[in-house]
């Protein structure tokens, strides 16, 4: 089993639509991000958090929200999906010492 | 604001090759610098972590070097095998905890 599960891997949905991606961990890790993706760009931080009652923004928060639901589980939420916000998640844990460990990805398109 | 740039942007090579990937960093006050390897459809894998007292890092045909005064690192890979083919991407670590990616590097290693 993954050690970072992202849920859906897939998902293609309308703008307006309210869509929340999960992220699980097995790691034990108190910290987790989320990620997007988009070509050319690299990988750009949307928020982070260190623990349970910690959320942070990264440099792209505007038009996301996240929630810390437990140490384990992460959740990323887009309110009203738009189009530009098609691209690849990816939700990382880390202890702070040892490097990042990434799930696979979710895709995402908005129409 | 640390900005992170690689280059080349894709690089193609035959089997056998040894090959030099280049990353560059504007801010040197960095914790670390970590290479990751991408596949397609698949997450992030950490390849290599420099702390910011090392000057490198080895791990089988992989080497990576640190020199924080030009704000550069480079991936040395020796001997280039097809399955070796990804996306390379490193990231600058300032002291907390968030990452700055690079926008990677497309390897192909052609038989």
């Known amino acids: 089993d993954a050690d970072v599960t992202q849920t859906p891997r897939n998902r293609i949905t309308k703008t307006g639509k309210r869509i929340m991606l999960e992220c699980s961990q097995t790691?034990?890790?108190?910290?987790m991000y989320w990620y997007r993706q988009d070509p050319g760009l690299g990988l750009r931080l949307i928020y982070y958090?260190?623990?349970?009652?910690?959320?942070n923004k990264g440099e792209i928060s505007d038009g996301y929200s996240v929630s810390r639901q437990a140490q384990a589980k992460f959740s990323l939420s887009l309110e009203s999906a738009i189009p530009n916000q098609t691209a690849l998640y990816f939700c990382?844990?880390?202890?702070?010492?040892?490097?990042?460990?990434f799930g696979d990805g979710t895709r995402l398109s908005i129409l | 604001k640390q900005e992170v740039t690689q280059i080349p942007a894709a690089l193609s090579v035959p089997e056998g090759e040894n090959l030099v990937l280049n990353c560059s960093f504007t801010?040197?006050?960095?914790?670390?610098l970590q290479w990751f390897r991408q596949d397609p459809g698949k997450g992030l894998t950490s390849l290599l972590l420099i702390q910011s007292s090392q000057r490198e890092q080895t791990s089988g045909r992989l080497n990576a070097s640190l020199d924080k005064s030009s704000g550069r690192s480079t991936l040395y890979i020796a001997a280039s095998q097809p399955g070796d083919s990804a996306t390379y991407l490193c990231a600058a670590r300032p002291s907390g905890s968030r990452l700055t990616f690079g926008e990677g590097t497309q390897l192909t290693v052609n038989p």
């Open positions: 958090s260190f623990d349970v009652k910690d959320i």
């Open positions: 990382a844990t880390s202890d702070g010492i040892t490097p990042q460990h």
């Open positions: 790691k034990g890790h108190d910290r």
């Open positions: 801010d040197s006050a960095i914790y670390n």
